[in-house]
C-alpha cells in the first residue's frame, strides 16, 4: 500500500480541504485523467483498488500516473475503549484532494478504453468524477 516513508510527526490534526484546487488541475503527463468534483479523502485501499480496476481493465497496457499521495495519517481508538486516554493509534494514511484535482492519469491507449477503465476506477472512489481528456 501507498504510505510515506518517514514523517516528522506521527499524528497529525483532523483537517479538511475546504477549498478549490489551484495546483494539480492539468493533464501534465497522460492524454486522458480522472479529474475530482468534490472534496474528500482517499485512502490508500481506494487509491489501490482505483488502479487496479484500471490496470485490469486495459490489460496493463498503456502508462498510469496516479497523482495523488496518501501523507496524511488518520489514527483510531479501539473498540470498546473509554473517552479520554489520549489520541488513538495510526490506522492508515489518507490524500486529501479538493475540487478540480486530477487523480489518474493514462496514455497509450485509446479514448473509449480510457474512459470505460476511469469509469471503473470511479466507482471504487468515494467522491464524484469525471473523464477528462488533452485537447
Known amino acids: 500500500?501507498?504510505?510515506?516513508?518517514?514523517?516528522?510527526?506521527?499524528?497529525?490534526f483532523?483537517?479538511?480541504?475546504?477549498?478549490?484546487a489551484s495546483?494539480?488541475?492539468a493533464l501534465n503527463f497522460g492524454d486522458y485523467g480522472l479529474k475530482s468534483l468534490q472534496n474528500?479523502?482517499?485512502?490508500?485501499?481506494?487509491?489501490?483498488?482505483?488502479?487496479?480496476?484500471?490496470t485490469h481493465f486495459t490489460k496493463r497496457g498503456g502508462k498510469?500516473?496516479?497523482?495523488?499521495?496518501?501523507?496524511?495519517?488518520?489514527?483510531?481508538?479501539?473498540?470498546?475503549?473509554?473517552?479520554?486516554?489520549?489520541?488513538?493509534d495510526v490506522k492508515g494514511y489518507v490524500a486529501l484532494v479538493t475540487a478540480g484535482r486530477i487523480i489518474f492519469e493514462i496514455a497509450g491507449?485509446?479514448?473509449?478504453?480510457?474512459e470505460e477503465a476511469?469509469?471503473?476506477a470511479a466507482h471504487k472512489l468515494p467522491i464524484r468524477t469525471r473523464f477528462v481528456s488533452k485537447e
Do not use: H, N
Open 1 to 12: 500500500m501507498l504510505q510515506p516513508k518517514k514523517q516528522k510527526y506521527r499524528k497529525q
Open 23 to 25: 495546483r494539480g488541475t
Open 64 to 88: 498510469l500516473w496516479i497523482r495523488v499521495f496518501p501523507d496524511k495519517p488518520v489514527t483510531q481508538k479501539p473498540a470498546g475503549s473509554r473517552m479520554g486516554a489520549g489520541k488513538g
Open 40 to 54: 474528500g479523502r482517499l485512502s490508500e485501499k481506494q487509491i489501490e483498488a482505483a488502479r487496479r480496476a484500471v
Open 109 to 114: 491507449v485509446s479514448e473509449k478504453v480510457a
Open 14 to 20: 483532523r483537517s479538511g480541504a475546504k477549498s478549490i
Open 118 to 120: 476511469f469509469l471503473r
